[in-house]
Nanobody, 121 residues
Framework: QVELVESGGGLVQTGGSLRLSCVHS????????VAWYRQGPGQERELVAS???????NYSDSVRGRFTIFRDIVKDAVYLQMNSLKPEDTAVYYC???????????????WGQGTQVTVSS
């Protein structure tokens, strides 16, 4: 059974930094496509950053240059380093892991429980 455990959220002032962690277990492969999403108050969930199995990264325009997504294979973790935080970054952040087991095994998406990030002005 695949499990994702997120941590690292909290309250920070404008300009501050936080590092979110998404530790996964139970996957067949060590490397999987992983993405961070966020959902602000009254807003739809949006993609923030992603990293492929080949470690190709992608960022939304709103966070590019401020956030960095990276993985630690040894710890089975994917991190989101968030710098220069702004009040508009306030949201619940979710980790999504996509497990691709091929055409016969199928593709499965797993979500973390979410972690609150609040940036005060």
């Amino acid at each position: 059974q695949v499990e994702l455990v997120e941590s690292g959220g909290g309250l920070v002032q404008t300009g501050g930094s936080l590092r979110l962690s998404c530790v996964h277990s139970g996957t067949v492969y060590t490397r999987n496509d992983v993405a961070w999403y966020r959902q602000g108050p009254g807003q739809e969930r949006e993609l923030v950053a992603s990293i492929t199995r080949a470690d190709t990264t992608n960022y939304s325009d709103s966070v590019r240059g401020r956030f960095t997504i990276f993985r630690d294979i040894v710890k089975d973790a994917v991190y989101l380093q968030m710098n220069s935080l702004k009040p508009e970054d306030t949201a619940v952040y979710y980790c999504l892991l996509r497990e691709n087991l091929g055409t016969r095994g199928g593709v499965f998406d797993y979500w973390g429980q979410g972690t609150q990030v609040t940036v005060s002005s």
